[in-house]
C-alpha cells in the first residue's frame, strides 16, 4: 500500500471547495419551490449551449433519455437501424433499442478507439443493399433501413467526424453524437475550417452529467445539443409528457425532464468547466511524459492533429491487464476499465447472433485497457505513484504488448 490511496475518482473534493455555492441553489429552490422547470433550468440550458456553441440545449433527465430522445426528435422510426461502436457504455445501445429501433455496429479505429469511418463506409457499401425508393439502405442483418448513426466521443475524445459526416450524408442518415464523455472536446474540422465542440456536429447530440463525468450533477441529469429548431422543440415536449402547452398533449412522450436543483448546480459547476478541462490536460500530459520511457509495455492514448480532447478518462493499454489491475490495488491505486466487453457480445444481446471475432479490435482492445486515475485535483506528485506502481506492476510481469494492427 503506498501511504496515501489514490482513488480512481474523487468527487469529494470539489464539492468540497464549492460547497457554499451548491448550498445556494438549493436554498433557491426551496425558497421558491422551483423544482421542476423554470428560470434555473431555462438559465442552464442557455449557459450550455454557449460552451457548446450550438443554437439549443434541452435539459434532460439522464445522458441515456438524451440519446433516447435526441433519436427519437430527429426522426428514427420505430423499427430503423442505427449504427454504432461496440466499444461504448451500454447505455448506447439501451437507448437504441429504447427508441424503438435496432442497432448494428462498425468497429472502432485501433489508435483514437472511437468510430472508424472506413468500417462505416464498409458496412454500408457491403453489409447493406440500396433502397432506391428511399435513397437509404437496409441493413441486412436487421432487413430495416439504416436511418441513423451515432459516433461516440469516447474518454473525452471526439470521432473523425468529418468523414463520418461526409459518408453520412451521402447515404442520408442522422448523425446523433454521443457526447456523453465529452463536455468541451474539439475537433478541427477541415470541412469548415476550423475547431468545432463536442455537440455541435451532428444533427443533436446527448451529454451526461452523471456525478464523475467532467461536468457532473450531484444526481441523474443529461441534455441533447442542436442547432435544429425542430429537434430541440421534438426533445422537449418528448421529455415532458408530449406537451406543447400545460395539458395539451400533441404526442405521447415521456417524464424526462432535467430536475431543477441539479440545473441550478450544473450551472454553478459549469462555470469552472474549461479550468477544470485544461487540469485534465494538464494531468494527462504529464502521465504521457511519465510513460514515455515505457512506450513498448504502455500504449498511452493517441491524439491525433485534429483532436484537442479533455480526457474524461486517460486510458491506456497494457498486457495482462487484470492481474495489473490487481497488482495496482493491492498498492492502494485505483483504475477503472471502460469497458471489459464489447457490447456485441454481452449477455443481454445474446440472441442477437454476434459472435467473438465480428468486431476484432473492440475485441482486441477490451482485454488490455486500463483508466488511470484522472481528475482536475489529481497531483503530479500522485501520477508518479501511479506511474511507479504501474511500471513496478509490468517488471514483474515481465511481458511486452503488441499494438492492435
Ligand atoms: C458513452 C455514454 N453514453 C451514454 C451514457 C448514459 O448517460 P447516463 O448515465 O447519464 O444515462 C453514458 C454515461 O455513462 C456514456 O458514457
Given at each position: ?364 482492445l477490451a482485454p488490455q485497457i486500463l483508466s488511470l486515475p484522472m481528475y ?30
Amino acid at each position: 500500500m503506498t501511504a496515501d490511496p489514490i482513488p480512481f475518482l474523487d468527487l469529494v473534493t470539489v464539492h468540497r471547495e464549492l460547497r457554499g455555492e451548491l448550498r445556494s441553489v438549493f436554498e433557491a429552490a426551496l425558497d421558491t419551490a422551483g423544482f421542476i422547470g423554470g428560470p434555473m433550468v431555462q438559465e442552464f440550458e442557455r449557459d450550455f449551449a454557449e460552451l457548446c456553441e450550438t443554437r439549443f440545449c434541452v435539459g434532460m433527465a439522464s445522458g441515456t433519455d438524451a440519446v433516447r430522445l435526441a433519436l427519437v426528435a430527429a426522426g428514427v422510426q420505430p423499427g430503423d437501424t442505427v449504427v454504432t461502436v461496440p466499444l461504448t457504455f451500454f447505455a448506447t445501445t439501451e437507448a437504441i433499442s429504447q427508441a424503438g429501433a435496432r442497432f448494428d455496429f462498425v468497429d472502432v479505429d485501433a489508435r483514437t478507439y472511437t468510430m472508424d469511418p472506413a468500417k462505416l463506409r464498409h458496412y454500408l457499401e457491403t453489409q447493406c443493399t440500396p433502397d432506391t425508393k428511399t435513397g437509404r439502405v437496409v441493413s441486412k442483418r436487421t432487413g430495416s433501413p439504416v436511418t441513423a448513426v451515432i459516433p461516440v466521443h469516447l474518454y473525452g475524445q471526439m470521432a473523425d467526424m468529418d468523414p463520418i459526416l461526409e459518408i453520412a450524408a451521402r447515404y442520408n442518415l442522422i448523425v446523433i453524437e454521443d457526447a456523453c464523455q465529452a463536455h468541451g472536446a474539439e475537433y478541427f474540422s477541415n470541412r469548415v475550417g476550423g475547431w468545432r465542440k463536442a455537440g455541435s456536429m451532428g444533427h443533436a447530440a446527448a451529454f451526461s452529467f452523471y456525478p464523475g463525468k467532467n461536468l457532473g450533477a450531484c444526481g441523474e441529469a443529461g441534455a441533447v445539443t442542436t442547432d435544429d429548431e425542430r429537434v430541440a422543440r421534438g426533445c422537449s415536449m418528448l421529455r415532458d409528457h408530449g406537451q406543447s402547452k400545460k395539458y395539451i398533449h400533441d404526442i405521447e412522450g415521456y417524464n424526462g425532464r432535467l430536475d431543477a436543483i441539479q440545473a441550478g448546480l450544473l450551472r454553478v459547476k459549469l462555470r469552472h468547466l474549461v479550468k477544470w478541462n485544461e487540469e485534465r490536460r494538464e494531468v494527462a500530459r504529464v502521465y504521457d511524459e511519465l510513460l514515455s520511457d515505457t512506450a513498448t509495455t504502455v500504449i498511452r492514448p493517441h491524439v491525433p492533429s485534429w483532436s484537442r480532447p479533455v480526457y474524461h478518462l486517460y486510458v491506456v493499454r497494457v498486457s495482462d491487464r487484470d492481474r495489473l489491475q490487481k497488482d495496482l490495488a493491492a498498492k492502494g491505486i485505483g483504475s477503472g476499465i471502460h469497458y471489459p466487453i464489447p457490447l456485441h457480445l454481452v449477455k443481454a444481446y445474446e440472441a442477437l447472433g454476434f459472435r467473438p471475432g465480428d468486431f476484432p479490435v473492440s475485441e482486441k482492445l477490451a482485454p488490455q485497457i486500463l483508466s488511470l486515475p484522472m481528475y482536475p485535483q489529481l497531483t503530479a506528485e500522485q501520477q508518479q505513484i501511479v506511474v511507479r506502481g504501474l511500471q513496478e506492476a509490468i517488471t514483474l510481469q515481465n511481458e511486452k504488448l503488441v499494438l492492435v494492427s
